[in-house]
């Protein structure tokens, strides 16, 4: 892994280096479906190389909240900036065609389900390739070793770069779609509930590649799960939310080892009895 | 179902009642603001409402449309089928204009003002005082990829093409070379992607910086798109795998040209096989020449 960052990118500072200006800002960001229902007057910033974890029950608004941070569901309320290089872009405020061009060059997307993520009939080198030609990458042998590159980065055998992703096993399909997503070299990474519906072991290898990748590329990393024990392994800082509400935030280690708020309380607890 | 020769010549009884190419004016105006359009915006698939024609769709009623509406009394027409001015999709349509405009047709590619084609361009260069009509069947080139109109409307509003160099990068994962060689996917004017219909691309270089004007019309999915005179179009590829045409190990058996597009045929029941210029126009006119310079050497 050492190697994979050399060959792949300059390291950035250290991990969550808040001397850097943020990231990403989000200001008073609101979207509801109906009351209770999406999220309500959410405020953060996210540093580089920092990793957030959003967690909650299910429906209480992560996945709409991923979905408006990174780029594809406009807010009813609220703004969300992105920093990159030396610009601001006003991430809903730009139109359609800048925002999707700036998501194609500084996002990593991943989905809950693979198959949402991946072609399904695109061969595994051609699944990672596609960001790059989409960036304008037209030299098919450089392309093939990006892919190869990538495949071994995500613990995929290399030899599987001409298979199609449907006779791949879940985990497989997962690490495939991070690697179709990090080989652009994205700022930012989102990921909702990325080690979802998994066996357990699977889930562990896949963390730990996770924790891996994130550390070695320096990413920065908005992580949507209902699971403690995954934030608690991966992320800086922790986001609670409740009925589209952010109850309680803070560092990890704070949040989930002396919570303040009594439903932060009850999922510490309740993990604990598992 | 009656055949459309039978209903072509079923018009011929009453075609004082048609208006003059069978569309009214009316109709004829709307595609015609519809290819200039698509002349304003090379490559940009232009919706139109077509009408209903007295023919099923695949035997080219878009392009049928367009030439109707293009056609005037002094046209010459040229109608084309896998290079072909014989088969029966050709002589129907050529029939078809026959009847209802009552203006000259020729096999002559130099003669035509309008060719309507399906499959081809012919091999003599064209000029700008000619108009191509395609037939096309299907118009959208990210169809494969993405089934939903709407979605393909936005790729090409944002000109996200990536997905259709995927495809061509899967085809060298597949056969280790580009293997798509018909519809061959190409950008026009530095912009909008397209698909030149189902012509093989052998004749995509004839699109580019081509004198004619070039108009593309599809009747189930009534969508107009044109390459203007003198324009840029380029066959997408990659720089380790750059776009080539198809080639021969030996000339046309007929006329010996080795710059054509040749069909295998077979000539006997022993599978012998020929190559011969799929262009039978252009094929005539060299096997002419060749007999008037063996002609001319006796003399
Ligand atoms: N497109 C939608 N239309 C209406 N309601 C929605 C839509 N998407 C999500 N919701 C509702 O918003 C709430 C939050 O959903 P979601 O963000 O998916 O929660 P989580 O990811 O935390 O499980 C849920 O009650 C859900 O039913
Ligand atoms: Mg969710
Ligand atoms: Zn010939």
Known sequence: MTQLAKQLEEPRANAANQAEPALLQAQNLSMLYAPGKGFEDVNLSLYPGEVLAIVGESGSGKTTLLKTLSGRLAPQTGSISFQSDSNTAELYKISEAERRSLIRQHFGIVHQHPLDGLRPRVSAGGNIGERLMENGWRNYAEIRLQALTWLKAVEIDQSRIDDMPLTFSGGMQQRLQIARNLVTHPRLVFMDEPTGGLDVSVQARLLDLIRNLVTELQLAVVIVTHDLAVARLLAHRIMVMKQGQVVESGLTDRVLDDPSHPYTQLLVSSVLQQ | ?299
């Open chain 2, 1 to 299: 179902m009656t055949s459309f020769s039978q209903q072509a010549t079923a018009l011929d009884d009453s075609s004082q009642q048609y208006n003059f190419a069978y569309l009214d004016e009316q109709t004829k105006r709307m595609i015609r603001r519809a290819i200039l359009k698509g002349v304003a915006i090379p490559g940009y698939q232009v919706p139109f409402g077509g009408r209903e024609m007295p023919m099923p769709y695949g035997w080219g009623t878009g392009g049928i449309m367009l030439s109707a509406s293009i056609l005037g009394q002094d046209d010459v027409l040229k109608v084309i089928d896998q290079g072909a001015d014989d088969t029966t999709n050709a002589v129907s349509i050529r029939h078809f204009f026959s009847k209802v405009c009552d203006i000259a047709t020729t096999e002559k590619t130099e003669q035509a003002s309008v060719i309507q084609t399906r499959h081809r361009i012919p091999e003599q260069a064209l000029s700008n005082n000619q108009i191509l009509v395609f037939q096309v069947p299907i118009p959208e080139p990210l169809r494969f990829i993405e089934p939903r109109e709407t979605e393909t409307k936005k790729m090409h509003a944002l000109e996200e093409y990536g997905s259709m160099q995927v495809k061509l990068y899967e085809d060298i994962v597949k056969y280790g070379y580009i293997a798509t060689s018909y519809a061959y996917p190409v950008t026009v004017h530095g912009r909008y992607l397209m698909d030149p219909s189902p012509i093989p691309k052998f004749d995509n270089p004839k699109l580019h910086q081509s004198e004619a004007l070039m108009i593309f019309g599809a009747g189930r999915e009534k969508r107009i798109y044109c390459i203007p005179p003198y324009t840029d179009v380029h066959s997408l590829d990659f720089d380790d795998h750059p776009f080539s045409i198809q080639q021969w190990d030996e000339p046309c058996s007929l006329c010996g040209s080795h710059d054509t597009f040749l069909d295998e045929v077979l000539i006997d029941d022993q599978g012998q096989r020929m190559f011969i210029c799929s262009d039978t126009d252009y094929c005539q006119k060299q096997q002419a020449a060749q007999l008037g310079a063996e002609h001319d050497s006796v003399s």
